[in-house]
């Protein structure tokens, strides 16, 4: 999988965020300052309509 760090990460050192990886046909997730740790996966279409919901706050 090819990680994507968030264009929002924070302050400092910039590594106060998560990446993302497209893992057909899911979205994985995982911390950027533990990435041998744990992921979580979504539905491609679940993850997109969580953004979207971001967006709208």
């Known amino acids: 999988m090819t990680w994507k760090k ?4 924070g ?7 998560v990446e ?3 893992h057909h ?3 994985a997730i995982r ?3 533990a990435p041998d740790r744990a ?5 491609a279409d679940t ?3 969580f953004l979207d ?4 706050r």
Request: net charge positive.
């Open 31 to 33: 911390d950027s300052k």
């Open 53 to 56: 919901g971001l967006k709208r």
């Open 39 to 43: 992921t979580l996966s979504f539905p």
């Open 6 to 9: 968030s264009s929002y990460s």
């Open 11 to 17: 302050g400092g050192q910039g590594d106060a965020c």
């Open 25 to 27: 046909p899911h979205i």
């Open 20 to 22: 993302v990886a497209h």
């Open 47 to 49: 993850f997109v309509a």
